[in-house]
């Protein structure tokens, strides 16, 4: 058994168009509201193929049957192609027809043999259950489609399909009476759903594989089979007659003459997927005034079938198909065939249906409102009303599909187009907004950098005036590690840290507390966790004594100190004056630069800068 699903979607591929969604007759491909990728509900499924050929980018692909047919053609059993007359049709770049039949025989296949016989043997069959017309009107069963759209969505017409196997299900029973039980099976023809259709029968009637003719020019091409490298081959027995013309819809009729006349046959013959539906639908609900049997097919007959290849001309397959019909006919010998038909005369070729309902309940009322409203199309509740470009027949059926799960709100053109000029109208809004806050982000970009050039150019100014400076200035931080200091600290400090500063330039990141003396650095703690200043202190420091005045600059964090080397010659003291009186006149706001790279302490620097220029005034013995 097989577990593949006939149909699958590729997601990679897939460009949500829905082509797929709205050409699909019962609905069986679900749009997941999360991804909004559609997918392919198997058991909703008829295989008939539309989603296949509606989709542009080839995300949908149907299961192949090449490898199974390789391993059939190399198990060492006798294998035989069963070939639909559609073939004449597809295959007009084939000169011959026996030419043909070499090709697939090249492939490895025991017997070659024609669907056209099994197609004689079925037609037969129905001319005699419509002859024997005991008021009840039937479908034929032919098209696999059309039986799967019976079985699921009109379960309660089964009993009026005909109780007939296909012309492939017929011919597979034939040749296992005429060529042995153990003979395995590959039905070569134009349609996919016969690929599901085969799982259904096994024992005599099993199909063990099916080919469409696309896969069939796959193999000649994997193989390099070509038509000049080979000699004619015929068919094998038995060969048919006017089951030949089955491709063409009406062709299963005139095949054993079944009436047509417009004034009094018993059989309507239609096809296409729209006029499928509309047959059943109308069987259903007016057969006791139609009062005929329908010979329905999905497509416009098996010459146009899915597993046919593209863009193939209708009217020029039907053309080769008469003609190969013509050409049979002509060589045929009958009194064989007559024969042959009378030697399966007593072969079963009946089959049973399963009905399989498939249909979703209806939502109530409420919840069809509910979601009509919300697609904005309140005024559709009632009546078959809608543009139709969704897939469904109006915007209540859609509305329905997206209560079942089925489909989404995106599915509707109006309601999702009008969302999505919403969209690219707030998009473009959003856009412009960002336009602006971009300008605005780039001017404060440049403001923040000449800011920051400001800082720099002003930090180095500040720095040069520090070490201008002959007092000894230092900044440390709440570890009592040296943010800054000048040459005139360094000097005061001793060699010890002349030489740490050769490796380290300004100290910056020495411990205080390895250069100062105990009672010199704990004013420094002091100032830092009291947050108060410390004002022209006296400290011995070695032989010197220093003037010291220590400050917070920002609160628990950084204090600075000024130290002055109270022994200096007087003469040096008037120039010292002169040059701290010029520096505060003319760089007073440079020191408000550090205090605002530091937080805090403008202030204070001045201070301390005065009191530097005070202590230099008045040299001890002389204050007031």
């Not at 019962?26 to 295989?47: Q, W, Y």
């Not at 037969?124 to 024997?132: G, I, Q, T, V």
């Not at 053309?319 to 072969?347: G, I, M, P």
């Not at 309902?357 to 919300?374: C, H, N, T």
Request: hydrophobic share 35%; with cysteine; glycine share 6%.
């Amino acid at each position: 058994m097989i577990d593949e699903p006939l149909f699958r979607i590729t997601h990679d591929q897939c460009i949500k168009c829905y082509s797929c969604v709205r050409i699909c007759p019962v609905k069986a491909i679900r749009v997941d509201v999360n991804t909004e990728f559609p997918s392919i509900l198997p058991e909703r499924c008829i295989g008939c193929g539309s989603c296949y050929r509606a989709c542009s980018t080839q995300a949908i692909s149907y299961r192949s049957s090449i490898e199974q047919t390789i391993e059939l053609l190399h198990s060492g059993e006798p294998v035989a192609a069963i070939c639909d007359p559609a073939i004449s049709g597809e295959f007009h770049d084939i000169t011959d027809y026996r030419k043909f039949v070499g090709m697939i025989r090249e492939l490895g296949f025991t017997y070659v043999s024609e669907v056209s016989f099994g197609v004689d043997l079925i037609a037969s069959r129905y001319k005699e259950l419509l002859d024997n017309f005991r008021g009840k009107y039937y479908f034929t069963s032919n098209c696999p489609s059309v039986v799967a759209f019976i079985e699921k969505y009109h379960p309660e017409l089964i009993n009026n399909l005909a109780p007939l196997v296909s012309p492939m299900i017929a011919t597979a029973r034939v040749i296992r009476q005429r060529y042995g039980s153990g003979t395995r099976v590959v039905f070569i023809g134009p349609c996919i759903a016969t690929k599901d259709e085969a799982l259904r029968f096994t024992g005599e009637s099993a199909v063990d594989a099916v080919l469409t003719f696309v896969e069939l020019r796959q193999l000649f091409a994997q193989f390099n089979i070509r038509e000049s490298q080979l000699e004619y081959f015929e068919f094998d027995p038995p060969l048919g007659q006017k089951g030949s013309l089955y491709p063409i819809s009406n062709g299963i009729l005139q095949a054993v003459g079944i009436n047509e006349d417009l004034l009094s046959g018993s059989v309507i013959t239609t096809e296409g997927r729209i006029n499928m539906t509309d047959a059943v639908r109308e069987f259903e609900s007016r057969i006791d005034l139609i009062k005929r049997n329908f010979n329905i097919f999905y497509d416009e007959g098996c010459i146009m079938g899915p597993g046919t290849s593209p863009k193939g001309e209708k009217f020029l397959r039907m053309t080769l198909v008469k003609e190969y019909a013509n050409k049979r006919l002509k060589t045929l010998n009958l009194d064989d065939w007559q024969h042959d038909v009378n030697s399966f005369e007593e072969l079963d070729l009946s089959r049973q249906f399963i009905a399989d309902d498939q249909r979703l309940p209806v939502p109530d009322e409420e919840k069809i409102a509910e979601v009509l409203k919300m697609i904005e199309r309140e005024s559709h509740l009632h009546g078959d009303v809608g543009c139709e470009s969704c897939g469904y027949s109006s915007c209540r059926d859609l509305a329905i599909a997206i209560s079942q799960g089925l489909a989404t709100t995106d599915m509707c053109h109006v309601f999702s187009g009008k969302n999505r000029q919403e969209y690219i109208q707030t998009l473009r809004t959003t856009n412009e907004n960002l336009a602006k806050t971009k300008i605005a982000l780039k001017a404060s970009e440049e403001k923040a950098k000449h800011e920051q050039e400001a800082q720099k150019e002003t930090s180095e100014i500040i720095s040069t005036m520090l070490q201008k400076l002959i007092s000894g200035v230092v900044i440390v931080d709440e570890n009592l590690k040296i943010y800054q200091s000048n040459k005139a600290f360094i000097r005061i400090v001793g060699e010890e840290a002349t030489l740490i500063d050769e490796v380290i330039p300004g100290l910056v990141g020495a411990d205080l507390k390895s250069l100062l003396p105990i009672h010199f650095y704990k004013m420094f703690t002091y100032v830092l966790s009291s947050d108060e200043s410390i004002e022209n202190r006296d400290v011995q420091f070695g032989d010197n004594k220093l003037g010291v005045s220590i400050f917070p600059l920002r609160s628990h964090k950084y204090v600075g100190g000024i130290l002055r080397d109270r022994y200096m010659p007087e003469l040096q003291k008037e120039q010292i004056v002169n040059r701290l009186q010029e520096v505060i006149d003319e760089n007073f706001d440079m020191v408000q630069k550090i205090a605002y790279l530091l937080g805090e302490g403008a202030a204070k620097s001045e201070q301390m800068l005065n009191s530097v220029i005070e202590t230099y005034s008045n040299p001890p013995g002389k204050r007031q």
